[in-house]
């Protein structure tokens, strides 16, 4: 089959969310194609496991993909005659090493259909408890995945891990972020410069910006995911870099607040919806310099 590009001029390009799927609850796939289809863009959504909920809440049964089904579908999407609409992959959580293989091949064909296609990898491994998926599975993202996307939104635990590198401040967190390979990373949960807040910290081009706001304790899970979908859909959009940053940073935050406020375990993307399309929340930007950056004449 031939891949054709059915996209008209005011059609946005479809995206392939590649992540965990949970019956109750907002992470993973949940999250991210709430927020991608919110905002307009048609989503190809791929389960990488399923599980009743966040395992954060209580047990959870893991239902992984079998390895030779999970491949053969993603051969079918790779002769889908429908790639060329794709102008993005997104991956998230996956169920086992092995899956990383296949969703590089999956990213390799969306390329070949349309050259100027983004892939952003979430290498989600863990956080500041340490890696909470098997180190191999880690090591899949690192040497298969990370190579090869466009973009990375590691949180600050995953980018240590990473990167190797001992992550104390701003500057380190910077370094680290220009040496992962991607043309951009964005670190969530980064150290930001004012007290009790936290910070989106992009990474591009030897420039680095940071989108700080105040931290809520016991945040929710599915920030990440969030954030990641909705910072790919600003990019898609065609919004500078700095403005999606803000943009994604502020629509996140105000869920979160707005969840935080509710007491709710889970957010509550149905009822924010609109802070998706139109942030309200104020986020401080700041620019820091990067060791790229100084480098240049």
């Known amino acids: 089959m031939t891949s054709e590009n059915r996209n008209g001029p005011d059609i946005l390009p479809a995206v392939i969310v590649i992540s965990s799927h949970v019956v109750r609850g907002s992470v993973g796939n949940r999250a991210a194609v ?3 289809e919110t905002l307009g863009f048609p989503v190809w959504a791929l389960p990488t496991v399923v599980l009743p909920w966040h395992p954060g809440h209580s047990r959870a049964t893991r239902i992984v993909p079998g390895k030779e089904e999970f491949s053969a579908l993603i051969d079918d999407l790779c002769g889908s005659p429908w790639l060329g609409e794709v102008g993005a992959v997104l991956s998230g959580y996956l169920g086992d090493a092995g899956q990383a293989e296949d969703v590089a091949r999956l990213v390799g064909a969306v390329r070949e259909a349309n050259p100027d296609a983004l892939y952003m990898c979430d290498p989600v491994i863990g956080d500041a408890g340490g890696l909470y998926v098997p180190e ?7 040497e298969r995945l990370i190579p090869i996307a466009n973009i990375a939104t590691p949180n600050i635990y995953e980018l240590g891990w990473l990167s190797g590198a001992e992550l104390v401040d701003s500057a380190s967190v910077v370094a680290a972020a220009e040496t992962l390979g991607p043309a951009r990373v964005l670190v969530t949960s980064a150290p930001a410069m004012m007290a009790g ?33 909705t910072f790919l859909a600003r990019l898609l959009e065609g919004l500078s870099e700095e403005k999606a940053l803000q943009m994604a940073t502020a629509a996140v935050f105000e869920i979160l607040a707005r969840t935080a406020r509710r007491g709710a375990d889970e957010l509550m993307l149905e009822t924010d919806a609109q802070s998706l399309r139109t942030p309200m929340a104020m986020v401080n930007m700041r620019r820091l310099v990067s060791a790229a950056g100084r480098k240049k004449p």
């Open 34 to 36: 709430f927020a991608l």
């Open 136 to 142: 191999a599975l880690a090591g899949a993202m690192l």
């Open 197 to 229: 807040s936290t910070g989106s910290l992009l990474i591009s081009g030897g420039a680095a910006r940071m989108a700080e706001h105040r931290v809520i304790h016991d945040a929710p899970n599915g920030l990440g995911d969030l954030m990641s979908a």
